[in-house]
């Protein structure tokens, strides 16, 4: 009978330990972003400049929480955009009221364009309605002195910290004084030890990187994705460390606002149970809900650019672009052949868009706005569309004269054809839609230069 009781006792244990241990093992949803750049809204220049924006990223999250999804947001940094104009600072405000209306982004890394705005600033950016007032969540462990920023930010049984490399902003010998080094991160987490789940939000270089993973200090490392365009990304990276031959795999989020990575880590193993790039494609139609406030933002950009037509109204002097018509004057096969070409109008294609008062819109699609060229439809009306000066540069008294353009190359093309605006550009197969020429040794020499053929 005792036998019975204490075999009864020990199994009870068991189970007991085993019940508590799997109640222990539990899995939390990580929704990561970073290097948004602003990007409010898929341009929609070719079929394939369709994925992510503001609208998107809302319908996709509302369908999310219906399915009951309980995550953390995590942002990497550069939300805003790279170069500070009055309309990039619209498309800013915009991306903080996206995140104003998001209670789950629980941390954010300032990258290099939020520290371009300084310190200062930085501390000074808010949510908006409906969290009017409360600060926007930046962390940044690697500070020399305390500042407005956090060093962390907590959440349950997380803990947030942040990482941005001084590389970014030092030259040469000189260094900057307000963020610290590798060294200083890590002796910073040993004085300040946790039971907390350590999470790092990093931006660096590669050997900063592996320097942190080798530390094994924090649980899990998330670092931004710094590819120069969406078409050379990559989501899953791995990097082996030369000191201990360890092999590390990592994820990071797709760039500009184009998807969602979304994470499983396991609290027990303190590991990913798995991950998956959400990208924002048509499969998640624009979020009505704001169309308020892009039907705000266009008026405001528009009367923008209205306001700086006022100020100088009339036709300036220094106009140095002439139009095809001129051109056409000795080119006229040439002129006959880009009547047919998607250039030849170009500037329609906008308005049936009603995009016509975009700066950043308007570059692309006439003859070098703010350049000497384009300023308005009824200013300089020979100068919309994409035009023979767009691509070979503006009139040259030598070549009336009898000298020849230099051969276009590729480089020409992809100032517009971007990824972002025209990711399926291909050149061999673009060019020859708009291929005009009529001096054969002419064209050798850009088929040679472009590869055409190979």
């Known amino acids: 009978m005792m036998k019975k009781i204490i075999l009864l006792g020990l199994a009870s244990l068991l189970l007991s330990a085993y019940s508590s241990a799997f109640a222990k093992t539990t899995t939390q949803t990580f929704f990561l972003t970073g290097d948004i750049h602003a990007e ?16 998107r990223m809302s319908t996709y999250i509302k369908q999310e929480k219906k399915k009951k999804t309980n995550f953390i947001w995590l942002d990497l940094g550069n939300l805003v955009a790279p170069v500070p104009t009055k309309q990039t600072n619209l498309k800013n405000q915009l991306w903080i009221s996206f995140f104003s209306q998001l209670p789950e982004l629980k941390a954010a890394l300032p990258g290099q364009y939020e520290l371009n705005l300084g310190f200062s600033n930085l501390a000074t950016v808010k949510y908006v309605a409906p969290r009017k007032g409360e600060a926007f969540p930046f962390v940044l462990t690697n500070q020399p002195k305390k500042t407005a920023i956090k060093f962390t930010q907590t959440y349950k049984n997380y803990r947030f910290y942040g990482f941005l490399s001084p590389s970014f902003f030092s030259f040469g010998k000189e260094t900057y004084p307000y963020l610290t080094n590798v060294d200083s991160l890590l002796s910073y987490m040993k004085k300040n030890k946790t039971k907390q789940n350590k999470i790092l939000l990093f931006r660096g270089t590669k050997q900063e990187l592996v320097t942190i993973l080798d530390s094994h200090l924090f649980d899990l490392v998330l670092p931004a994705n710094q590819a120069e365009n969406e078409l050379v990304q990559k989501t899953n990276i791995q990097i082996k460390s030369k000191q201990t031959k360890q092999t590390y795999r990592l994820i990071t989020p797709p760039i500009r606002g184009q998807a ?24 998640y139609p624009f979020d009505k809900a704001w169309a308020n406030q892009f039907k705000a933002y266009d008026k405001t950009v528009k009367d923008m650019f209205l306001a700086d037509l006022q100020k100088g109204s009339k036709k300036p002097k220094n106009v140095q672009y002439k139009g095809e018509a001129y051109c056409a004057t000795c080119h006229v096969v040439e002129a006959k052949k880009w009547h047919t070409t998607a250039h030849s109008h170009a500037w329609n294609d906008l308005k049936k868009v009603g995009k016509n008062f975009d700066p950043e819109c308007i570059t692309c699609h006439v003859v070098k706005y703010k350049k000497g060229g384009f300023i308005a439809e009824k200013i300089t009306p020979n100068l919309v569309n994409v035009q023979c000066e767009s691509c070979h540069g503006k009139k040259d008294p030598t070549h009336i004269l009898g000298k020849a353009r230099k051969p276009l190359t590729q480089a020409v093309c992809k100032q517009c054809h971007t990824p972002g605006h025209s990711p399926d550009f291909n050149f061999v197969k673009y060019f020859p839609k708009i291929q005009h020429f009529q001096t054969p040794n002419i064209q050798k020499q850009v088929d040679k230069k472009n590869k055409v053929g190979k």
Do not use: R, Y
């Not at 409010?40 to 609208?55: F, N, Q, R, V």
């Open 40 to 55: 409010i809204k898929p341009c929609g220049c070719s079929a394939g400049a369709t994925l992510g924006g503001i609208e």
């Open 260 to 283: 969602i990575m979304v994470a499983q880590f396991n609290e027990a193993t303190k590991k990913l149970d798995k991950s998956k790039v959400a990208w924002l494609t048509k499969k």
